[in-house]
């Protein structure tokens, strides 16, 4: 499966951005999607996960309440809709495709798309 990753750019502190992620190759309707994020300098941070029809849902703590993760299995697509931008946000995005349709438990992140950029200027 391939996953490509856009919506990407440079916006102001308090902005919001919604990330897509198209997959091609393989339906991802069957399996838990996620999204991650790598600043320059650190390690890369999970940001949020997806279980296969969408009704369970993980964020990452610097996250909580500021990005909301969904699907459209029927376009093959993933979201990440980015509210309440801050600086500390600013890294490359990453979506990837778990193996498995949950996203608690067992199960990896098997396929990962190129990432894109976002960039939160104070």
């Known amino acids: 499966v391939q996953l490509q990753a856009s919506g990407g750019g440079l916006v102001q502190a308090g902005d919001s951005l919604r990330l897509s992620c198209a997959a091609s190759g393989r339906t991802i309707a069957d399996y838990g999607m996620g999204w991650f994020r790598q600043a320059p300098g650190k390690e890369r941070e999970f940001v949020a996960a997806i279980s296969w029809r969408g009704v369970n849902k993980l964020y990452g703590d610097s996250v909580k309440g500021r990005f909301t993760i969904s699907r459209d299995n029927a376009k093959n697509t993933v979201f990440l809709q980015m509210s309440s931008l801050k600086p500390d946000d600013t890294a490359v995005y990453y979506c990837?495709?778990?193996?498995?349709?949950?996203?608690?438990?067992?199960?990896?992140?098997?396929?990962w798309g190129q990432g894109t950029q976002v960039t939160v200027s104070s």
């Open positions: 990837a495709s778990r193996n498995v349709r949950h996203v608690t438990g067992g199960g990896e992140y098997r396929y």
